[in-house]
């Protein structure tokens, strides 16, 4: 059972813009920052958003982060074949004195 | 460009304990204002966060395996370990390392490629 809440899966055709939820509480989400990983079929995850919305050098600006309260969301608009990955939503838990992860969003490109 | 890389048994027995070592190559593990963590990930499951250490030596643990877990950098060699003691099979997983550091507007986020690490005897 993960601290943080994802749906286990989501999907898209190409073009279109998907959402992937992440629920959590006031002592992780709600007060601080939220952070997204996406993993590659048998490979290491990337870090994809930081700060809730910050893009790392290189991410393409199909990818965007947003948070509100004790849920943030990442969007995919303009979805590609290499979109396809498992999705990681991360925030530090005040009350845990730790990161904490969701359990992951497996993205399906139809 | 900062690379890291994962090394140790592939192999543990049950109750023993579990050592790796990620070296860190492309910079200095004891430059910058990096956290130096560990995070696992059982096969089929999600990532499950295990502890850091900071490049001031100060130290963070998951909660649940705090009492089994160590951390330690070894600024001679460039290289950060783990260890995790009295292992059982729910330890088995691909344990990856990782660095960051954010400054105002940048980030650094480098992960080693993951090693596997089964738990049986």
Not at chain 1, 53 to 82: C, H
Not at chain 2, 57 to 71: A, D, M, Q, Y
Request: hydrophobic share 30%.
């Amino acid at each position: 059972q993960s601290v943080l809440t994802q749906p286990p899966s989501a999907s898209g055709t190409p073009g279109q813009r998907v959402t992937i939820s992440c629920s959590g509480s006031s002592s992780n989400i709600g007060s601080n920052y939220v952070y997204w990983y996406q993993q590659l079929p048998g490979t290491a995850p990337k870090l994809l958003m930081y700060r809730n919305n910050q893009r790392p050098s290189g991410v393409p600006d199909r990818f965007s982060g947003s948070k509100s309260g004790t849920s943030a969301s990442l969007a995919i608009s303009g979805l590609r074949s290499e979109d396809e990955a498992d999705y990681y939503c991360a925030a530090w838990d005040d009350s845990l004195r730790g990161w904490v992860f969701g359990g992951g969003t497996k993205l399906t490109v139809l | 460009q900062v690379q890291l890389q994962e090394s140790g048994p592939g192999l543990v027995e049950p109750s023993q304990t579990l050592s790796l070592t990620c070296t860190v190559s492309g910079g200095s593990i004891s430059s910058g204002s990096y956290y130096w963590s560990w995070i696992r990930q059982p096969a089929g499951k999600g990532l499950e966060w295990i502890g850091r250490i900071h490049t001031s030596g100060t130290t963070n643990f998951n909660p649940s395996l705090k009492s089994r877990v160590t951390i330690s950098v070894d600024t001679s060699k460039n290289q950060f370990s783990l260890k995790l003691s009295s292992v059982t099979a729910a330890d088995t997983a691909v344990y990856y390392c990782a660095g960051d550091r954010y400054g105002d507007n940048t980030v650094d986020d480098y992960w080693g490629q993951g090693t596997l690490v089964t738990v049986s005897s």
